[in-house]
């Protein structure tokens, strides 16, 4: 069993950042990002292979977002840079022992982000 747990959403203003952090109580073959905005359906945002600390991000945030991780600390970070308001949305942490990069089993409880015009 992976429990997840999110931190440090908030509200900011567009194009200030914010770093996101989830920690997992065991290590996973890779943790991810999705979020979900009002009225919408949840969004791939990214993951990260835990092993080689390789990323991939959607294009919808390329550029603006940087997954990393620290091992020693079982923790997973989103920078989130240049925010706008359409980024709005809850941040959920997710994981898997396998590539269940867009269909993951675990899942954190979510974290908000909100952006202001």
């Known amino acids: 069993q992976v429990q997840l747990v999110e931190s440090g959403g908030g509200l900011v203003q567009a194009g200030d950042s914010l770093r996101l952090s989830c920690t997992a109580n065991?290590?996973?073959?890779?943790m991810g990002w999705f979020r979900q905005a009002p009225g919408k359906e949840r969004e791939f945002v990214g993951r990260?292979?835990?092993?080689?600390?390789?990323?991939n991000h959607a294009d919808s945030v390329k550029g603006r977002f940087t997954i990393s991780r620290d091992r020693a600390k079982n923790t997973m970070y989103l920078q989130m840079n240049s925010l706008k308001p359409e980024d709005t949305a809850v941040y959920f942490c997710?994981?898997?022992?396998?590539?269940?990069?867009?269909?993951?089993?675990?899942w954190g409880r979510g974290t908000q982000v909100t952006v202001s015009s």
């Open positions: 997710t994981a898997d022992f396998s590539a269940n990069f867009f269909n993951p089993r675990y």
């Open positions: 065991n290590p996973t073959y890779f």
């Open positions: 990260i292979l835990w092993s080689t600390g390789s990323p």
